[in-house]
């Protein structure tokens, strides 16, 4: 039986439920949706972003307009024309099967007369963003003094965002006896002083601890000094090579001098902030849904209107102004039910911001460092071996296969792996070779991954294996994992790194004996573990050795390396070595470019992302905004 059943929602709505594939309600519906519907009462909902809210009000709002009667009876705020749309868009499918119910969005950006002519034919419900709404209320272009319900959707964030007084106003025109339900993420001064001024005795539902952040959310922050503060976002990009994240600045400049960066640097990035226009924000809005676009930079204000479940990461490329707001960006991610991971980049000037982010979250932060050019290399060329792996073969390729057979047929199995996989690496560690490590290191004493200290790693074993996030682990449930299987102490499994199909992880010398009869070979719901001890150690340089000419020899063929990097194994604006032919070429077509090709989940590739190779060729985009499929004209190689 759908548990929706048992809230006491009407059969046109569980059809468009059963439409929708919902099984079972949120915590904030479960606790929201029978209580609005047994009786008339106004309500303050406490819930993070990506809690479902707007079911949490929409069913019981939907279920309680009078379709026979064409005014207006109910009135939706909310912050950004992004999230006035969503809403807008969820509230119609809700009543799909409700035919004479009306919902108009009202929002700033499109034609005021087209919209009030809208309102005009009759919509029982508007969706309104309060800049819009207190213009058409000016212009007499709307009648909301006789509604029956009015709700504040991110009403935190409406504050935050300037909006108070429009909410005061437009309230102020709507009768007293309406029921109002507020719904927030946090309670700052101003949301409670609006419940207090046009809420009569509103019940309160609190999903979680009062102002605290989703438990499906990770938090880590890496230290670096100002001027590293780009370089760093590469290198987190492509130490995660399957990364979907939304990455935050704080003013529209920023944000789109880091896309214009990242864009120019190979990265599947795009920019969404306020001076797009509609057409070039929902062109944005409609790569990023489809995955061409990897890591959309936003600011706060555009970036609520994000609705995407699957998003990875969040990166606080800056931290907000105001670290309220922190809570609603990490939002983005770990939303229904999934893991999700909240990165900030951080300079030792902000560290005291991350104790404040401590306390209103009730989480803590791990401290992790700027992975090394070694490590990346690894990490790609463990994800790019799983992705061979999973590829699924095409039958077509045997018609290929007697060609390919008779030039490779001298190759042993040994020598094919490693020719193969030499295509991308090799050039990728001699660049390497040459840069330096970023990780700032005058923090002092760092924390492991509970947030103890440790003095010493420099002599610790890190092992990989083969579980990681697609196992349903983060780091937190991984080291609890390897704790409670391995039977050790809180402190002895540290610096755990968690990637898809794949992890890393630290013990004392002492312990890798038992680490090895223990794990290999264990079955973890029907799949057997592997681990093998990492070519890095514990503090993450390459376990080489130099010869008599001081030349750097073992582990991936070179010492310690931390430089930057473009685009997913490319280098820095055609820093790095030509690609002649291979598997991809370069973004304009030709492989004679040293300009670096765009990456996107292996070592590298051209957007849209493929499942089973090595790269795949689409159209580009002309600018970081993704308003143009045009291709990007080729700028000369910097020297």
Same mark, same amino acid.
């Given at each position: ?582 598997? *991809?070429?370069? #973004?304009? =077509?030709?492989? $004679?470019?040293?300009? /670096?090709? %765009?990456? !996107?989940?292996?070592? +590298? &590739? @051209? *957007?849209?992302? #493929?499942? =089973?190779?090595? $790269?795949?060729?689409? /159209?580009? %985009?002309? !600018?970081?905004?993704? +308003? &143009? @499929? ?10």
């Amino acid at each position: 039986m759908n548990k929706f059943e048992q809230l006491g929602l009407n059969e046109s709505l569980l059809k468009a439920i059963l439409d929708l594939g919902f099984e079972n309600p949120s915590e904030v519906q479960e606790k929201a949706i029978p209580l609005l519907l047994e009786k008339d009462t106004d309500m303050v909902a406490l819930a993070q972003t990506g809690t479902g809210k707007t079911a949490a009000f929409g069913f019981p709002l939907i279920q309680k307009i009078d379709a026979n009667n064409r005014n207006t009876q109910a009135l939706v705020l909310s912050p950004t024309r992004e999230l006035c749309l969503q809403i807008t868009n969820e509230l119609k499918n809700y009543a799909k099967y409700e035919k004479s119910i009306n919902v108009v969005a009202v929002y700033g950006g499109a034609s005021i007369t087209e919209q009030a002519r809208d309102i005009k034919r009759g919509a029982q419900i508007i969706v309104a963003t309060p800049g819009r709404m207190q213009d058409m209320i000016n212009r007499g272009l709307v009648n909301i003094k006789n509604i029956d319900y009015c709700v504040l959707d991110e009403a935190d964030e409406m504050l935050n965002m300037g909006f108070y007084e429009d909410i005061v106003s437009i309230l102020s025109d709507t009768p007293d006896e309406k029921n109002t339900w507020l719904f927030s993420a946090t309670m700052p001064q101003e949301v409670a002083r609006i419940a207090k001024q046009f809420m009569s005795e509103p019940v309160e539902i609190t999903v979680g601890t009062k102002n605290s952040g989703s438990a499906t959310v990770s938090h880590e922050f890496y230290l670096v000094n100002a001027r590293d503060r780009y370089e760093a976002l590469k290198r987190l990009a492509d130490a995660n090579p399957d990364i979907f994240s939304v990455v935050f600045c704080r003013t529209k400049r920023d944000t789109q001098a880091v896309a214009e960066k990242l864009v120019e640097d190979g990265y599947s990035a795009a920019a969404l902030h306020g001076d797009l226009s509609q057409a070039q924000r929902d062109g944005v809005m409609k790569s990023f849904r489809g995955r061409q676009i990897q890591m959309l930079v936003a600011t706060d204000v555009a970036a609520r209107g994000i609705d995407v479940d699957s998003i990875t990461h969040v990166v606080n490329y800056q931290l907000p102004d105001e670290i309220e707001t922190y809570n609603h960006r990490s939002g983005r991610t770990g939303r229904a039910g999934k893991l999700g991971t909240s990165i900030v980049i951080v300079t030792k000037s902000e560290m005291r911001k991350i104790s404040s982010i401590e306390r209103i979250i009730k989480q803590k932060f791990e401290e992790k460092t700027i992975p090394s050019g070694i490590e990346i290399c690894e990490i790609q060329l463990l994800h790019l071996a799983n992705k061979i792996k999973d590829t699924e073969v095409d039958q077509e390729i045997g018609n290929y296969l007697p060609a390919i057979t008779s030039v490779l047929e001298d190759l042993s199995k040994e020598e094919l792996i490693k020719k193969i996989v030499s295509v991308e690496f090799n050039r990728f560690i001699n660049y390497y070779k040459k840069n330096r490590d970023i990780s700032s290191q005058s923090s002092g004493e760092r924390r492991d991954s509970d947030s103890a200290p440790r003095e010493n790693n420099s002599g610790a074993t890190r092992y990989f294996v083969n579980i990681g996030s697609r196992d349903n682990f983060d780091w937190m449930s991984l080291k609890d994992f390897l704790k409670e299987t391995l039977d050790l102490g809180r402190d002895d499994v540290f610096k755990v790194d968690v990637k898809e199909g794949f992890s890393f992880f630290n013990t004392d010398p002492e312990h890798t004996d038992k680490v090895m009869e223990v794990l290999n070979g264990f079955e973890l719901e029907g799949r057997r573990i592997n681990v093998e001890i990492s070519k890095n150690d514990g503090g993450g340089r390459s376990n080489s050795r130099r010869d008599h000419n001081g030349r750097s020899g073992g582990g991936f063929g070179g010492g310690r390396s931390g430089g930057e990097r473009s685009g997913g194994f490319r280098s820095d604006r055609g820093a790095a070595p030509r690609r002649e032919g291979g598997f *991809r070429s370069d #973004r304009g =077509g030709s492989s $004679s470019s040293d300009r /670096p090709a %765009r990456r !996107d989940g292996g070592f +590298s &590739s @051209d *957007r849209p992302k #493929r499942e =089973g190779g090595f $790269s795949e060729r689409a /159209p580009r %985009r002309s !600018d970081a905004s993704g +308003s &143009s @499929d045009a291709p990007r004209p080729r700028r000369p190689r910097r020297d």
